[in-house]
């Protein structure tokens, strides 16, 4: 399956809360990483980072709007995924609350369904939920595979970091041209 990370207006998008430039820039690359994956007859999924606005008054530990500011509130345009993405009836989209797609939400029990091991993994940003999404996977024993050429980052060397890590630890890193369907 491909797993598009978090390929929101509030990261991608100029007029976002949190955009970066190479963020945008990866919005193409995993766009047509979709599309090859529909030909494929592959699975797709889609992840959405959203807040609402009273997610960390006091009550978590970490606190992601003292870190980003407040950003990808639940409800507006900034929350959701940029248009170049357009999920399908059967393509699952999950509304995640944290760096990980994992995290309380129905990922892992629609890659079990749907006999899914192996996860293209690609979109924003790097060294943080794509990251921490990939790391997850790999420990549930499905084989996370980052694509390179699809990441967004703010800085480069947050975009090594991520894929040094993770091909290292968990998973392994690749290019959209090494995957079999693209």
Known sequence: AVVVVDVQNGFCHPDGSLYAPESEAAVEPCAATVEEAREAGASVAFTRDVHPPEQFDGNHYYDEFDR???????????????????????????????????HRTELEGWLEAHGIDDLLICGTLANVCVLHTAGSAGLRDYR???????????????????????DWLFGEVGSREDVGFV
């Open 144 to 166: 996370p595979v980052l694509l390179k050429d699809a990441v967004g980052y703010i800085e480069a060397e947050h975009r090594e970091y991520a894929l040094e890590h993770a």
């Open 68 to 102: 980003w500011g407040e950003h990808v509130l639940e409800g507006t345009w900034d929350a959701e995924l940029v248009e170049e993405l357009d999920p399908r009836d059967d393509e699952l989209v999950v509304e995640k609350h944290t760096y990980d797609a994992f």
